[in-house]
């Protein structure tokens, strides 16, 4: 199956569609008037779209078990069609598309099986998702494309040249796909005068993202947080806090971590850890949720 371990839960939703044609109204008003001899058409159907619905991963093989959190199936008559909507809800990393569209089928598959001995001219037809929303696609902010930031690499060795800088790319890497320019990159020793320079420097020089890395755990030379804290001029704990609970989910030392988030003027300072992967899931966790507060520093402006 696809690698869905980076990603974040989101509501999600989604909603099919399958159309059950019969040949005759007298197939209609059995199913109304509930003669039609194999039971009641509706219920049974439905409850065989709930177990489509929680089977589809046992039977597409690429498909992620998930918890399913709603299932609701509605049925409309006009004339000799039954529509039959299928909406499937959860709070999870990855959509319900086919979940839906599995639910939506079998419910039909089910009307077809009981209402074939009386009706032998029965079709199933327009099986196809009518809408779905959640996930990235739909929080990400498609007004700003000018953003710029400043990767600025906090470490003693990495400045020595002892050592090669990884964390730094990892974030500019990821800046990219999200279509936000880089400014400049740096490398620093841990010390706060710099830190306090640099963030004042690029403030000035039009960042619109100062992003820090290394620096936040708890040695006596880490001082990223201390020499951001004073310059702030508004926290944002959410940032941390989702940065600190999304790594805490893939290992038991992030909440070790002090990243820290806050706006300078009108720029949005932050600083993640040091290590490659604490940078580059601290950007997933964040990334591209975190750019809809330039729409508030700038306004939103239609490219």
Do not use: W
């Amino acid at each position: 199956m696809v690698d869905i371990t980076n990603k974040i839960n989101t509501l999600r939703v989604a909603t099919a569609q399958a159309i059950v044609k019969v040949s005759r109204h007298e197939t209609i008003e059995a199913i109304k008037n509930g003669t039609v001899p194999k039971g009641d058409v509706f219920s049974m159907s439905k409850a065989a779209g709930l177990l489509g619905v929680k089977k589809t991963p046992e039977l597409l093989p690429d498909c992620h078990p998930m918890p399913i959190e709603y299932t609701g199936i509605d049925y409309t008559i006009n004339d000799l069609e039954i529509s039959i909507l299928c909406t499937v809800k959860t709070i999870y990393k990855t959509g319900v598309e086919v979940e839906a569209m599995h639910g939506a089928s079998i419910v039909a598959l089910n009307m077809y099986d009981m209402l074939k001995p009386i009706d032998k001219g029965i079709e199933i037809q327009k099986v196809k998702l009518l809408n779905k929303k959640g996930g990235k696609s739909d929080y990400t902010d498609r007004f700003r494309k000018d953003i710029k930031a400043t990767v600025v690499v906090c470490s003693d060795t990495i400045s020595e040249g002892h050592k090669e800088d990884k964390a730094g790319k990892a974030i500019i890497a990821k800046l990219k796909t999200h279509n936000v320019s880089i400014l400049d990159y740096i490398v620093i020793p841990d010390e706060s005068e710099i830190i306090q320079e640099k963030t004042k420097q690029y403030q000035s020089a039009g960042a619109d993202l100062i992003i820090f890395t290394g620096g936040t755990g708890l040695s006596l030379r880490d001082v990223t947080p201390e020499a951001l804290e004073p310059l702030l001029d508004r926290r944002i704990p959410g940032i941390e806090e989702a940065i600190r609970s999304y790594g805490q989910n893939r290992m038991p030392y992030a909440m070790l971590s002090r990243s820290v988030a806050g706006t300078y003027k009108n720029s949005l300072v932050m600083a993640l850890p040091g290590s490659t992967n604490g940078a580059k899931e601290s950007m997933d966790a964040i990334f591209p949720f975190v750019l809809h507060l330039f729409r508030i520093f700038k306004g939103a402006r239609h490219d």
